[in-house]
């Protein structure tokens, strides 16, 4: 039990990191670039309807250009995913950096332009940390993980199961590494501008640490629970020899009666 919990600790620990990122990714969208919001679409789609509607050509089509790169980062980190042997939590690390140092270098004005190594490098974030033991949960935006967090504390206080409890504490977690993420965000624009994006680097060097250390744990732990697989086999294999004997024995009681 001791060796599950450490994981799954592990496990929440780098989920939570990746969500303070996540609120520095959004933070330093929003208030470089006039509000807009590099981590999801749904205010893309809604401002490209409105720039449709009002004949802003332009608008519209700098807006379009960023469902691909959103929706390239998703795809991508699936196919690498489930196609390659990459270390994919170091590499959204590193895309993670790469989307901040663009950024940084492209011009304020068009508004979005600045935000397109965004889209692309939180897709892959939300692509590679979008779970944590066991239940499914965004790194990049909020809305579903304050959700879940309401939904586990009431199922929780009704029910009294401990693994609502448990469920409760990561969502709500997330959602104030989140906030605080946003919160660190907002103060390194307010003093660095576009080169805040450099401080960026911090929780991704926090995010890596944790990273390593969690496939040290699962390393360590790796020869014991093959030793407990191979004692639960035995143990598997003696009942089914005792289960044959005594099948074996009835079987000749009755050829004797």
Same mark, same amino acid.
């Given at each position: 039990?001791?060796?599950?919990?450490?994981?799954?600790?592990?496990e929440?620990l780098?989920?939570w990191?990746?969500a303070?990122?996540?609120?520095?990714?959004?933070?330093?969208a929003?208030?470089?670039?006039?509000g807009?919001?590099?981590?999801?679409?749904?205010?893309?789609?809604?401002?490209?309807?409105?720039?449709?509607v009002?004949?802003?050509?332009?608008?519209?089509?700098?807006?379009?250009?960023?469902?691909?790169?959103?929706g390239?980062?998703?795809?991508?980190?699936y196919?690498?995913?489930?196609?390659t042997?990459?270390?994919?939590?170091?590499?959204?690390?590193?895309?993670?950096?790469?989307g901040?140092?663009?950024?940084?270098?492209?011009?304020?004005?068009?508004?979005?332009?600045?935000?397109?190594p965004?889209?692309?490098?939180? &897709?892959?974030?939300?692509?590679?940390?979008?779970?944590?033991?066991? /239940?499914?949960?965004?790194?990049?935006? =909020? +809305? @579903?993980?304050?959700?879940?967090?309401?939904?586990?504390?009431?199922?929780?206080?009704?029910?009294?199961?401990p693994?609502?409890?448990?469920?409760?504490?990561?969502?709500t977690?997330t959602?104030?590494?989140?906030?605080?993420?946003?919160?660190?965000?907002?103060?390194?624009?307010?003093?660095?501008?576009?080169?805040?994006?450099y401080?960026?680097?911090?929780?991704?060097a926090?995010?890596?640490?944790?990273?390593?250390?969690?496939?040290?744990?699962?390393?360590?732990?790796?020869?014991?629970?093959?030793?407990k697989? &191979?004692?639960?086999?035995?143990?598997?294999?003696?009942?089914?020899? /005792?289960?044959?004997?005594?099948m074996? =024995? +009835? @079987?000749?009681?009755k050829?004797?009666?």
């Amino acid at each position: 039990m001791k060796q599950k919990v450490t994981k799954d600790n592990w496990e929440a620990l780098i989920h939570w990191n990746f969500a303070l990122v996540g609120g520095f990714l959004g933070a330093y969208a929003i208030l470089l670039h006039m509000g807009n919001f590099g981590s999801a679409q749904t205010g893309n789609i809604m401002e490209m309807a409105a720039s449709l509607v009002s004949g802003e050509w332009y608008d519209v089509l700098l807006r379009f250009l960023a469902l691909p790169l959103f929706g390239g980062g998703v795809v991508v980190s699936y196919i690498l995913t489930n196609h390659t042997y990459i270390n994919m939590r170091k590499l959204a690390i590193v895309v993670d950096a790469a989307g901040l140092v663009a950024s940084s270098l492209l011009p304020l004005k068009p508004v979005l332009v600045g935000l397109y190594p965004i889209f692309f490098c939180s &897709a892959f974030q939300w692509g590679v940390y979008s779970s944590a033991n066991g /239940y499914n949960s965004s790194t990049i935006f =909020s +809305s @579903n993980n304050f959700k879940q967090a309401m939904l586990g504390w009431t199922q929780y206080f009704l029910t009294k199961d401990p693994e609502f409890k448990k469920k409760g504490i990561l969502y709500t977690n997330t959602v104030l590494s989140f906030f605080v993420g946003a919160c660190y965000g907002a103060v390194a624009v307010n003093a660095f501008a576009v080169h805040a994006a450099y401080l960026g680097f911090v929780p991704l060097a926090t995010g890596w640490i944790l990273v390593v250390k969690h496939s040290m744990v699962l390393e360590s732990e790796r020869p014991q629970e093959i030793a407990k697989e &191979a004692v639960t086999e035995l143990e598997d294999a003696e009942h089914t020899r /005792y289960a044959d004997i005594i099948m074996s =024995s +009835s @079987n000749h009681l009755k050829e004797y009666l």
